[in-house]
């Protein structure tokens, strides 16, 4: 299974990380029990674990800049892995006319990865306000509505 092999290359590149850090994005999603297809692993995390995790890496490094909508202290793309894993050190989305910042506060453990707790992941998702991040948070309300659903 693609995405939990993903997800040990994760947990493995992270278990020496000094700062806490959380999967995001679809994965999350899938992991609280959500059905949708996963094509990379989102990992919001502290820029010095980022900076860590880039020079342990075997594979390729792609750093990123900002984008129109989201930007952050450091974006890397690491690929070689199962899935495309991408780095967020210092996330901010720009919505209403500003730049949030994207810090979880909740830290939920899911076999050997963290991802934010239901409610936020669902919240983040609204906050992002794509149509993709508006279709996650919906999965995600679904799931609350049916405990054995996450």
């Not at 020496?16 to 994965?27: K, M, N, Q, T, Y």
């Not at 860590?52 to 690929?79: E, I």
């Not at 609204?126 to 309300?141: E, I, N």
Request: with cysteine; glycine share 10%; charged share 20%.
């Amino acid at each position: 299974m693609p995405l939990a092999a993903a997800l040990d290359e994760v947990a493995t590149l992270l278990r020496g990380a000094r700062d806490p850090w959380w999967v995001i994005g679809s994965a999350a999603a899938c992991l609280h029990g959500a059905a949708t297809s996963v094509a990379d692993v989102d990992v919001v995390l502290g820029l010095r674990d980022a900076h860590d995790a880039m020079a342990a890496w075997r594979g390729a490094v792609v750093v990123g800049g900002p984008g129109a909508r989201f930007r952050s202290s450091l974006f890397a793309r690491l690929d070689g892995a199962t899935l495309p894993i991408e780095l967020m050190a210092g996330l901010h989305v720009y919505s209403s006319g500003r730049w949030v910042p994207v810090q979880p506060a909740t830290r939920r453990s899911v076999g050997n990865v963290y991802v934010p707790g239901l409610a936020e992941l669902e919240a983040m998702f609204v906050l992002f306000g794509r149509p993709k991040d508006r279709a996650w948070a919906d999965l995600l309300r679904d799931c609350a509505d049916r405990p054995s659903c996450c």
